[in-house]
């Protein structure tokens, strides 16, 4: 399997998701989307984030990621900035588009029936693949345009490029003795949200790179975390340092086979000694170790190389080497 859909268990092989991506890559064209416009994905995970993800990128389009939860304010502010020409989103958040939709922005739901003025994903991944549209895309095209999490003032829109992204996931999983060492017989946990740049790359596109299964949950429940992990076999976890805690003060953990997870890594903020060290007492058989990125960065910066293929000993606390 390439994908499975924690939520519903349908699974996806490497040759379904590459031809929904041409699909979905034909599909913006019928649109009228053009090489270089930008699509705008507001979901929460979903299978349909890969797919639009990837067949955006097939048309030579760049895609810009939102958090659902934004406020419509906070929504309409990005997609006018990135100048976003079509939002997939879900039923639940097209009424926080509203300021958008006189805009000419077109529409389209991932579920149940469409809305006013809206279309169904279906006009993406039932379209005609054979109409796949022939480009030439550049290394230095723009794919991605996240935006940072806006520390010191509103988030900002950060380009990333195809040989950025290529060359990330490259660095982190390729090689003789790749840093994060992911196989064809890992199954990738993808809880972490994928609007968020550390999800998008160190998970989904390190693991289709890897050839490994990517296991999409919608959102974190300490309960449907543990039984996907135990039914599923989930041999990779990254997590962030509140899902640790959750992690740490969780009794339903005993309850559960937890045995096949192999690799547990945290970023996204520093995870202090003592709840590194009561993590380790719940999958005493994994590896942890922290990361360190910025969307800015394309965006790793440092892996632990307890993670590589052939490790080596790291210092608890330490976010790697560069």
């Given amino acids: 399997p390439c994908l499975i859909d924690g939520a519903t268990g349908k699974?996806?092989?490497?040759?379904?998701?590459?031809?929904?991506?041409?699909?979905?890559?034909?599909?913006?064209?019928?649109?009228?989307?053009?090489?270089?416009?930008?699509?705008?994905?507001?979901?929460?995970?979903?299978?349909?984030?890969?797919?639009?993800?990837?067949?955006?990128?097939?048309?030579?389009?760049?895609?810009?990621?939102?958090?659902?939860?934004?406020k419509p304010g906070e929504i309409a502010k990005q997609a006018k900035a990135a100048g976003a020409r079509i939002i997939v989103t879900q039923a639940a958040y097209v009424e926080k588009l509203a300021d958008l939709q006189s805009d000419d922005v077109i529409v389209i739901t991932i579920d149940g029936a469409p809305k006013d003025g809206c279309k169904d994903i279906?006009?993406?991944?039932?379209?005609?693949?054979?109409?796949?549209?022939?480009?030439?895309?550049?290394?230095?095209?723009?794919?991605?345009?996240?935006?940072?999490?806006?520390?010191?003032?509103?988030?900002?829109?950060?380009?990333?490029?195809?040989?950025?992204?290529?060359?990330?996931?490259?660095?982190?999983?390729?090689?003789?003795?790749?840093?994060?060492?992911?196989?064809?017989?890992?199954?990738?946990?993808?809880?972490?949200?994928?609007?968020?740049?550390?999800?998008?790359?160190?998970?989904?596109?390190?693991?289709?790179?890897?050839?490994?299964?990517?296991?999409?949950?919608?959102?974190?429940?300490?309960?449907?975390?543990?039984?996907?992990?135990?039914?599923?076999?989930?041999?990779?976890?990254?997590?962030?340092?509140?899902?640790?805690?959750?992690i740490t003060r969780s009794p339903a953990i005993s309850r559960y086979d937890v045995s096949s997870v192999r690799i547990i890594m945290s970023g996204a903020a520093p995870l202090g000694k003592e709840l590194e060290d009561a993590l380790r007492d719940r999958f005493p058989q994994a590896i942890f170790g922290q990361g360190y990125g910025m969307t800015e960065a394309g965006p790793v910066l440092s892996m632990n190389l307890a993670f590589a293929k052939e490790p080596f000993p790291v210092k608890s606390g330490s976010c790697g080497t560069v």
């Fill in 122 to 246: 279906s006009v993406l991944t039932e379209a005609d693949e054979t109409q796949y549209p022939s480009v030439e895309i550049q290394p230095d095209d723009v794919v991605a345009l996240p935006y940072s999490s806006g520390t010191t003032g509103l988030p900002k829109g950060v380009m990333l490029t195809h040989k950025g992204l290529v060359s990330s996931v490259a660095q982190q999983v390729d090689g003789e003795n790749p840093n994060l060492y992911f196989h064809s017989e890992d199954v990738v946990m993808c809880v972490l949200p994928l609007f968020h740049i550390y999800s998008l790359n160190s998970v989904l596109l390190c693991a289709l790179r890897a050839g490994a299964a990517t296991l999409i949950m919608q959102k974190f429940n300490m309960t449907s975390f543990l039984e996907l992990i135990q039914k599923y076999k989930v041999t990779i976890a990254p997590i962030v340092p509140p899902i640790v805690l959750d």
């Fill in 11 to 70: 699974t996806y092989c490497f040759a379904e998701v590459e031809l929904i991506s041409r699909k979905v890559a034909a599909g913006l064209v019928n649109l009228g989307l053009e090489q270089g416009q930008v699509v705008m994905l507001l979901l929460q995970n979903c299978v349909e984030f890969a797919f639009v993800f990837m067949g955006a990128a097939l048309r030579g389009a760049i895609v810009t990621a939102a958090n659902p939860f934004y």
